[in-house]
């Protein structure tokens, strides 16, 4: 996403906060969105570390029912 530019510090704060409205509005409403590993910083990728608490269940995005976030 940040291919071509070069900083110390990620540089994806729009796709970050695109990515936690988007999680926010159709997943759970207390998503928070952190960008873990960006290109302008020499990464390979941008990364994103998405996670949501839940006062019910578990707070590392696993489904309560199910154990994992892919269901597996």
């Known amino acids: 996403m940040a291919r071509g530019q070069a900083t110390d510090r990620t540089a994806c704060d729009y ?11 159709l997943v759970h409403p207390a998503t928070a ?14 990364l994103f ?16 029912d199910r154990g994992s976030p892919s269901g597996a």
Do not use: H, K, Y
């Open 49 to 64: 570390d998405i996670r949501w608490s839940d006062r019910f269940g578990p707070t590392d995005g696993r489904r309560p």
């Open 15 to 25: 796709c970050a906060a695109t990515f936690q409205g988007l999680f926010r509005a």
């Open 33 to 46: 969105v952190t960008e873990t590993a960006c290109e302008a910083m020499g990464n390979p990728s941008c």
